[in-house]
């Protein structure tokens, strides 16, 4: 395996023909944690639909986690988000199932059989966020924090190279916010590569990492100012 787990190169994404990001020179190596900041429309949803194959890439070139997102076919996708862990601004749990059965929803559409290696499986990941004692909750059961933490643990299950969160604050208070992000922290130094899209630049200040910023259809490297 490359060190590189994201490379894009004098990479274009549209929406139609509307140009939204141009000419992207992008490395992510194994391990690292990066911002893309940017005001709404600034092309981060973009970027990060692009990254997980829900938008086309259809000028330049791209490489995730081993696949090459120029010539990437539909039946490749499945296999793609295998090795991508995708966290949503609104949480996406199905409202009807248990925390448990929601995780188990997932490994079983990504292919798992074995019922104890399941439940161990469901286990671990939730144990990484604190909220195993919680599995058997209904969703609006608990907090937007809590269900957040859910979906971070869900987007851990196939041990994925890499973690998309796309704005994975937006609907949280200041605290839930720093405390959601703390998580995504501990799993970063224990090895997962996080890319995380936000506008939240009270966050960036606690917990400063290298910062990517989407504007005027570029996106540049920002040196943030230490207080």
């Not at 004098?10 to 690292?32: F, M, P, R, T, W």
């Not at 000028?59 to 539909?74: A, M, R, S, W, Y």
């Not at 949503?88 to 290696?117: E, S």
């Amino acid at each position: 395996m490359s060190q590189s787990v994201l490379s894009l190169k004098n990479a274009s994404i549209y929406q139609e023909d509307k140009v939204i990001l141009s000419n992207i020179n992008l490395e992510v190596n194994h391990g690292e944690f990066l911002y893309i900041i940017g005001k709404t429309g600034s092309g981060k949803s973009s970027l990060m639909k692009t990254l997980y194959a829900d938008l086309p890439l259809s000028e330049g070139e791209g490489q995730i986690v081993d696949f090459n997102l120029v010539t990437l076919k539909e039946s490749d996708i499945p296999f793609l988000r295998r090795k991508i862990g995708i966290v949503f601004q609104d949480f996406k749990l199905l409202p009807d199932r248990t925390i448990k059965d929601n995780m188990l929803f997932v490994l079983k559409a990504t292919g798992w059989v074995d019922k104890d290696q399941m439940n161990h499986k469901i286990d671990e990941v939730l144990d990484k966020v604190g909220m195993k004692e919680y599995s058997n909750k209904m969703p609006h059961q608990i907090s937007g924090g809590e269900q957040q933490r859910v979906a971070i643990a869900r987007a851990l299950l196939n041990d994925p190279e890499l973690i998309l969160a796309d704005e994975p604050t937006g609907n949280l208070d200041p605290q839930t916010s720093a405390e959601v992000l703390e998580v995504l922290r501990t799993i970063n130094a224990n090895g997962k590569t996080i890319i995380m899209a936000t506008h939240d630049y009270a966050l960036l200040m606690k917990f400063p990492s290298k910062t990517l910023k989407c504007e005027d259809t570029k996106i540049f490297e920002v040196v943030q100012r230490t207080v």
